[in-house]
Protein backbone atom coordinates (compact mmCIF):
# COMPACT_ATOMS: atom_id res chain seq x y z
CA UNK A 1 0.00 0.00 0.00
CA UNK A 2 0.91 3.65 -0.84
CA UNK A 3 2.54 5.67 1.64
CA UNK A 4 0.80 8.58 2.07
CA UNK A 5 2.44 11.63 3.30
CA UNK A 6 1.77 14.37 5.52
CA UNK A 7 1.23 18.01 5.03
CA UNK A 8 3.54 18.93 7.51
CA UNK A 9 7.24 18.97 7.68
CA UNK A 10 9.39 17.92 10.66
CA UNK A 11 12.92 16.03 11.26
CA UNK A 12 12.72 12.46 11.79
CA UNK A 13 10.09 12.04 9.89
CA UNK A 14 8.74 7.79 9.60
CA UNK A 15 7.28 7.93 5.81
CA UNK A 16 10.29 5.50 4.54
CA UNK A 17 10.01 3.52 7.27
CA UNK A 18 6.38 3.38 7.65
CA UNK A 19 5.91 0.04 5.79
CA UNK A 20 8.34 -1.86 8.01
CA UNK A 21 6.22 -0.65 10.92
CA UNK A 22 3.27 -1.63 9.26
CA UNK A 23 4.17 -5.27 8.93
CA UNK A 24 5.51 -5.35 12.30
CA UNK A 25 2.08 -4.16 13.87
CA UNK A 26 0.27 -5.88 11.57
CA UNK A 27 -3.63 -5.11 11.72
CA UNK A 28 -4.68 -6.99 14.37
CA UNK A 29 -5.83 -4.38 17.22
CA UNK A 30 -8.67 -2.27 18.54
CA UNK A 31 -7.57 1.38 19.20
CA UNK A 32 -3.92 3.19 17.57
CA UNK A 33 -2.22 5.35 19.93
CA UNK A 34 0.41 7.96 19.56
CA UNK A 35 1.96 9.81 22.70
CA UNK A 36 4.49 11.62 19.81
CA UNK A 37 2.08 12.28 17.03
CA UNK A 38 4.47 14.76 15.60
CA UNK A 39 4.18 14.91 11.71
CA UNK A 40 1.01 12.03 11.93
CA UNK A 41 2.80 9.77 9.03
CA UNK A 42 2.39 6.72 11.28
CA UNK A 43 -0.68 6.83 12.38
CA UNK A 44 -2.69 7.83 9.37
CA UNK A 45 -0.79 5.28 7.05
CA UNK A 46 -2.45 2.49 9.41
CA UNK A 47 -5.89 3.68 9.16
CA UNK A 48 -7.60 2.33 12.08
CA UNK A 49 -11.36 2.84 13.24
CA UNK A 50 -9.95 4.33 16.50
CA UNK A 51 -7.48 6.70 17.70
CA UNK A 52 -5.88 9.06 20.41
CA UNK A 53 -3.80 11.35 18.59
CA UNK A 54 -1.11 13.14 21.68
CA UNK A 55 1.47 15.52 21.66
CA UNK A 56 3.03 17.58 23.91
CA UNK A 57 3.24 20.53 21.00
CA UNK A 58 -0.14 22.51 21.09
CA UNK A 59 0.58 23.44 17.14
CA UNK A 60 0.58 19.92 15.76
CA UNK A 61 -2.46 19.31 17.69
CA UNK A 62 -4.30 22.28 16.53
CA UNK A 63 -3.60 22.01 12.67
CA UNK A 64 -4.78 18.27 12.27
CA UNK A 65 -8.16 19.23 14.94
CA UNK A 66 -8.61 22.10 12.29
CA UNK A 67 -8.49 19.95 9.45
CA UNK A 68 -10.62 17.02 11.40
CA UNK A 69 -13.67 20.12 12.28
CA UNK A 70 -13.38 21.61 8.26
CA UNK A 71 -11.58 25.32 9.50
CA UNK A 72 -8.76 23.95 7.62
CA UNK A 73 -9.75 22.42 4.09
CA UNK A 74 -7.73 22.31 1.09
CA UNK A 75 -9.39 25.27 -0.85
CA UNK A 76 -8.38 27.28 2.52
CA UNK A 77 -4.59 26.17 2.64
CA UNK A 78 -4.79 26.71 -1.34
CA UNK A 79 -6.01 30.41 -0.96
CA UNK A 80 -3.57 31.19 1.97
CA UNK A 81 -0.37 29.67 0.36
CA UNK A 82 -0.94 31.42 -2.84
CA UNK A 83 -1.62 34.76 -1.32
CA UNK A 84 1.49 34.40 1.68
CA UNK A 85 3.84 32.29 -1.51
CA UNK A 86 3.42 35.63 -3.50
CA UNK A 87 4.40 37.79 -0.44
CA UNK A 88 7.39 36.18 0.01
CA UNK A 89 8.54 35.67 -3.53
CA UNK A 90 8.47 39.62 -3.62
CA UNK A 91 9.35 40.46 -0.18
CA UNK A 92 12.63 42.30 0.47
CA UNK A 93 16.29 40.23 1.20
CA UNK A 94 15.31 37.30 -1.08
CA UNK A 95 12.07 36.76 0.92
CA UNK A 96 13.98 36.36 4.30
CA UNK A 97 12.00 39.68 5.43
CA UNK A 98 8.40 38.36 4.70
CA UNK A 99 8.99 34.70 6.41
CA UNK A 100 10.39 36.87 9.62
CA UNK A 101 6.98 38.70 9.51
CA UNK A 102 4.89 35.39 9.22
CA UNK A 103 6.95 33.75 12.08
CA UNK A 104 6.57 36.48 14.22
CA UNK A 105 2.99 36.40 13.55
CA UNK A 106 2.79 33.18 14.21
CA UNK A 107 5.20 33.21 17.67
CA UNK A 108 1.89 36.06 18.45
CA UNK A 109 -1.05 34.34 17.34
CA UNK A 110 0.12 30.52 16.98
CA UNK A 111 -2.05 30.24 13.57
CA UNK A 112 -2.12 26.60 12.28
CA UNK A 113 -1.87 28.27 8.58
CA UNK A 114 1.08 30.30 9.81
CA UNK A 115 2.17 26.70 11.17
CA UNK A 116 2.09 25.32 7.91
CA UNK A 117 3.79 28.10 6.21
CA UNK A 118 6.90 28.07 8.72
CA UNK A 119 7.32 24.05 8.43
CA UNK A 120 7.37 24.01 4.60
CA UNK A 121 9.69 27.33 4.76
CA UNK A 122 12.25 26.56 7.35
CA UNK A 123 15.74 25.66 6.32
CA UNK A 124 15.80 21.70 5.75
CA UNK A 125 12.37 20.94 6.72
CA UNK A 126 13.39 21.22 10.32
CA UNK A 127 10.68 21.72 13.82
CA UNK A 128 12.54 23.78 16.40
CA UNK A 129 10.99 25.86 19.14
CA UNK A 130 12.67 27.81 21.75
CA UNK A 131 12.45 27.07 25.70
CA UNK A 132 9.36 29.90 25.38
CA UNK A 133 8.05 27.65 22.63
CA UNK A 134 8.63 30.41 19.96
CA UNK A 135 9.65 28.97 16.36
CA UNK A 136 13.10 29.60 15.56
CA UNK A 137 13.95 27.77 12.59
CA UNK A 138 15.58 30.24 9.73
CA UNK A 139 14.13 30.42 6.59
CA UNK A 140 15.17 27.99 3.32
CA UNK A 141 16.27 30.93 1.35
CA UNK A 142 13.98 29.88 -1.50
CA UNK A 143 12.20 33.12 -2.40
CA UNK A 144 10.07 31.18 -4.61
CA UNK A 145 9.84 28.19 -2.24
CA UNK A 146 5.63 28.24 -2.84
CA UNK A 147 5.47 27.76 -6.79
CA UNK A 148 1.95 26.81 -8.28
CA UNK A 149 3.13 22.71 -8.05
CA UNK A 150 4.47 22.95 -4.27
CA UNK A 151 1.64 24.43 -3.60
CA UNK A 152 -0.50 21.81 -5.09
CA UNK A 153 1.56 19.11 -3.56
CA UNK A 154 0.66 20.33 -0.25
CA UNK A 155 -3.15 20.78 -0.63
CA UNK A 156 -3.28 17.40 -1.75
CA UNK A 157 -1.53 16.11 1.26
CA UNK A 158 -3.78 18.31 3.43
CA UNK A 159 -7.27 16.84 1.45
CA UNK A 160 -5.75 13.05 1.44
CA UNK A 161 -5.12 13.64 5.36
CA UNK A 162 -8.55 14.88 5.78
CA UNK A 163 -10.58 12.16 3.32
CA UNK A 164 -8.23 10.01 5.83
CA UNK A 165 -9.58 11.12 9.01
CA UNK A 166 -11.78 8.80 11.20
CA UNK A 167 -14.97 10.26 13.35
CA UNK A 168 -13.34 7.97 15.86
CA UNK A 169 -10.29 9.74 16.28
CA UNK A 170 -9.10 12.24 18.89
CA UNK A 171 -6.71 14.80 18.81
CA UNK A 172 -5.41 15.67 22.14
CA UNK A 173 -2.66 17.98 23.37
CA UNK A 174 -0.99 16.50 26.45
CA UNK A 175 2.35 14.95 27.98
CA UNK A 176 2.86 11.60 26.79
CA UNK A 177 2.50 9.41 29.81
CA UNK A 178 -0.76 10.88 30.37
CA UNK A 179 -1.22 9.57 26.82
CA UNK A 180 -0.49 6.30 27.75
CA UNK A 181 -2.38 5.54 30.79
CA UNK A 182 -5.22 5.83 28.50
CA UNK A 183 -4.43 2.54 26.15
CA UNK A 184 -6.30 -0.80 27.62
CA UNK A 185 -5.44 -4.22 26.63
CA UNK A 186 -6.31 -4.62 22.82
CA UNK A 187 -5.13 -1.27 21.53
CA UNK A 188 -1.52 -0.54 19.96
CA UNK A 189 0.83 2.07 20.98
CA UNK A 190 2.79 3.90 18.99
CA UNK A 191 6.02 5.81 20.15
CA UNK A 192 8.41 7.79 18.12
CA UNK A 193 9.94 10.11 20.93
CA UNK A 194 13.04 12.35 20.84
CA UNK A 195 16.05 10.05 20.05
CA UNK A 196 18.16 10.48 23.41
CA UNK A 197 21.62 11.34 22.70
CA UNK A 198 20.72 12.64 19.28
CA UNK A 199 18.68 15.62 18.81
CA UNK A 200 16.39 17.79 20.77
CA UNK A 201 12.98 17.75 20.54
CA UNK A 202 11.06 19.77 18.50
CA UNK A 203 9.01 21.45 21.39
CA UNK A 204 10.66 19.93 24.75
CA UNK A 205 14.06 18.97 25.36
CA UNK A 206 13.84 14.78 26.38
CA UNK A 207 15.95 14.26 29.07
CA UNK A 208 17.45 10.77 30.52
CA UNK A 209 14.86 10.93 33.58
CA UNK A 210 12.11 11.26 30.68
CA UNK A 211 13.30 8.24 28.60
CA UNK A 212 13.47 6.16 32.10
CA UNK A 213 9.61 7.33 32.83
CA UNK A 214 8.80 6.45 29.30
CA UNK A 215 10.07 2.61 29.73
CA UNK A 216 8.34 2.55 33.43
CA UNK A 217 5.29 3.53 31.70
CA UNK A 218 5.41 1.14 28.92
CA UNK A 219 6.68 -1.60 30.99
CA UNK A 220 3.21 -1.28 33.18
CA UNK A 221 0.84 -0.95 29.60
CA UNK A 222 -1.69 -3.36 29.46
CA UNK A 223 -1.60 -2.79 25.80
CA UNK A 224 0.63 -3.75 22.71
CA UNK A 225 3.54 -1.07 22.37
CA UNK A 226 5.99 -0.48 19.05
CA UNK A 227 8.50 1.89 19.63
CA UNK A 228 10.91 3.72 17.31
CA UNK A 229 14.63 4.11 18.41
CA UNK A 230 18.00 4.38 17.06
CA UNK A 231 20.54 1.60 17.78
CA UNK A 232 24.11 2.99 16.66
CA UNK A 233 25.72 4.69 14.35
CA UNK A 234 29.24 4.39 12.90
CA UNK A 235 30.53 6.20 15.95
CA UNK A 236 28.69 5.53 19.04
CA UNK A 237 25.91 3.14 19.98
CA UNK A 238 22.72 4.25 21.96
CA UNK A 239 23.40 3.05 25.55
CA UNK A 240 19.61 3.85 26.25
CA UNK A 241 18.90 0.27 24.44
CA UNK A 242 20.76 -1.68 27.67
CA UNK A 243 19.77 0.73 30.08
CA UNK A 244 16.02 0.73 29.40
CA UNK A 245 14.72 -1.22 26.66
CA UNK A 246 17.33 -4.91 26.56
CA UNK A 247 14.29 -6.83 28.04
CA UNK A 248 12.22 -6.63 24.92
CA UNK A 249 11.81 -7.87 21.61
CA UNK A 250 14.19 -5.48 19.32
CA UNK A 251 14.42 -5.16 15.36
CA UNK A 252 16.51 -3.19 13.39
CA UNK A 253 17.28 -1.72 10.04
CA UNK A 254 19.58 0.34 8.19
CA UNK A 255 18.40 3.90 7.41
CA UNK A 256 19.78 7.36 6.63
CA UNK A 257 18.47 10.68 7.50
CA UNK A 258 18.77 13.85 5.42
CA UNK A 259 17.72 16.44 8.24
CA UNK A 260 20.46 17.91 10.21
CA UNK A 261 22.03 22.03 9.49
CA UNK A 262 25.67 20.38 8.28
CA UNK A 263 26.10 17.72 5.53
CA UNK A 264 28.37 15.62 7.52
CA UNK A 265 25.24 15.50 10.01
CA UNK A 266 23.11 13.46 7.44
CA UNK A 267 24.30 10.42 7.98
CA UNK A 268 23.41 6.55 8.15
CA UNK A 269 21.92 5.33 11.24
CA UNK A 270 20.35 1.73 12.38
CA UNK A 271 16.67 2.71 13.75
CA UNK A 272 15.90 -0.09 16.12
CA UNK A 273 11.55 -0.77 16.70
CA UNK A 274 11.27 -2.51 20.34
CA UNK A 275 8.42 -4.12 21.08
CA UNK A 276 6.67 -6.33 23.95
CA UNK A 277 4.80 -8.43 21.47
CA UNK A 278 6.23 -12.00 19.75
CA UNK A 279 8.61 -11.35 16.59
CA UNK A 280 8.82 -14.50 14.99
CA UNK A 281 8.97 -14.89 11.85
CA UNK A 282 10.99 -11.13 11.38
CA UNK A 283 14.76 -10.81 10.76
CA UNK A 284 16.70 -9.56 13.39
CA UNK A 285 18.11 -7.15 11.21
CA UNK A 286 16.63 -5.28 7.84
CA UNK A 287 13.40 -7.61 7.58
CA UNK A 288 12.53 -7.21 3.96
CA UNK A 289 15.30 -5.15 2.36
CA UNK A 290 16.94 -6.85 -1.01
CA UNK A 291 18.66 -3.46 -1.83
CA UNK A 292 20.99 -1.25 0.15
CA UNK A 293 19.39 2.17 -0.27
CA UNK A 294 21.31 3.71 -2.35
CA UNK A 295 22.81 7.01 -0.11
CA UNK A 296 23.74 4.09 1.97
CA UNK A 297 26.24 2.87 -0.42
CA UNK A 298 27.65 5.60 -1.65
CA UNK A 299 27.89 7.20 2.22
CA UNK A 300 30.09 3.62 2.83
CA UNK A 301 32.29 3.94 -0.40
CA UNK A 302 33.24 7.12 0.53
CA UNK A 303 33.94 6.38 4.05
CA UNK A 304 35.94 3.07 3.03
CA UNK A 305 37.60 5.40 0.79
CA UNK A 306 38.59 8.19 4.16
CA UNK A 307 39.81 4.78 6.17
CA UNK A 308 42.12 3.68 3.32
CA UNK A 309 43.27 7.34 3.09
CA UNK A 310 43.79 7.28 7.21
CA UNK A 311 41.02 10.26 7.19
CA UNK A 312 38.38 8.78 9.07
CA UNK A 313 36.30 6.65 11.21
CA UNK A 314 36.28 2.60 11.37
CA UNK A 315 33.27 2.44 9.50
CA UNK A 316 30.47 -0.54 11.25
CA UNK A 317 32.45 0.21 14.83
CA UNK A 318 29.50 -1.60 16.39
CA UNK A 319 27.15 -4.87 15.57
CA UNK A 320 23.73 -4.72 15.29
CA UNK A 321 21.32 -5.79 17.33
CA UNK A 322 19.63 -9.20 17.91
CA UNK A 323 16.33 -10.50 18.99
CA UNK A 324 16.17 -9.43 22.93
CA UNK A 325 13.99 -12.08 24.81
CA UNK A 326 10.49 -11.03 25.92
Excluded at 16 to 44: A, C, N, Q, T
Excluded at 207 to 220: C, N, Q, R, S, Y
Amino acid sequence: MKTIVPPLKCQGIKTKLVPWIREVVGDSFGRWIEPFMGSGVVGFNMQPQSAIFGDSNPHIIAFYKGIQSGQITPKVVKAYLQEEGELLRNAEEEGYVHYRFVRDRFNESGSPLDFLFLSRAGFNGMMRFSKKGRWNIPFCKKPDRFAQAYVTKIVNQVDTFAKCMKPNWSFVHQDCLATIAQAQAGDVIYCDPPYLGRYTDYFNNWTEEDEAKLATALHKTPAKFIMSSWHHNDYRENTAISSYWSDFNILTRDHFYHSGAKEENRRSIVEALICNFDLNGFDAHNHGITERPQQLILLEQAEKYKTQQGDGPNHHAFGTSVMAPA
